[in-house]
């Protein structure tokens, strides 16, 4: 017996996705340019890492609620899942991370912040590789009369 297909990401919840995971993956690498930045000597760089490292915490709550969209907001509650079992993983991951940092664990610190940079792009390359749905009422031909472009998992049109 297997279980009912997965339904498509709604459009919204996944455009929210997408800039929530932008925002974090873009938020993390300015956190490891301020620690190597700490690193080289410009210790000013430390305060503006811990400041960031509040904004990833809110990001990734951010995202959380919008992989908790995207699952939810499909019909029948069946959205995928992956979002949002990544986006919880990586809200934790954040929260261990700053506590880490705080408590001067720098080898348990430094390891999770490299786990937690390549989850975070993994997370923001799955999140553009949703597919989006088309706008409602959008023609199914393009302004020069030519077919749409391909959609991963969709027919493909010729026009002649």
């Known amino acids: 017996m297997s279980s009912p297909p997965v339904a498509p990401a709604p459009r919204r919840p996944l455009i929210l996705l997408r800039a929530s995971a ?9 956190q490891t340019l301020l620690a190597g930045s700490y690193l080289n000597g410009h210790y000013d760089s430390l305060a503006l890492h811990g400041t960031t490292a509040t904004a990833m915490a809110a990001a990734a709550l951010c995202q ?8 939810l ?25 700053i506590a880490a940092g705080y408590q001067r664990a720098l080898g348990l610190h430094v390891l999770l912040g490299v786990l937690l940079v390549s989850g975070i792009l993994f997370g923001l390359v799955g999140a553009w590789r949703l597919p989006l749905q088309a706008r409602a009422g ?12 391909p959609r991963s998992g969709g027919a493909v049109e010729v026009v002649q």
Request: charged fraction near 15%; avoid cysteine; charge should be positive.
């Open 22 to 30: 932008t925002a974090l993956a873009a938020l993390a690498l300015l």
């Open 73 to 97: 907001a499909a019909p029948a509650r069946r959205g995928p899942r992956r979002p949002l079992g990544l986006s919880a993983l990586l809200t934790a991951g954040v929260i261990l991370q």
């Open 138 to 149: 959008t023609p199914a031909v393009g302004p020069d009369g030519a077919g749409r472009l």
């Open 64 to 71: 959380l609620a919008a992989g908790a969209l995207v699952r």
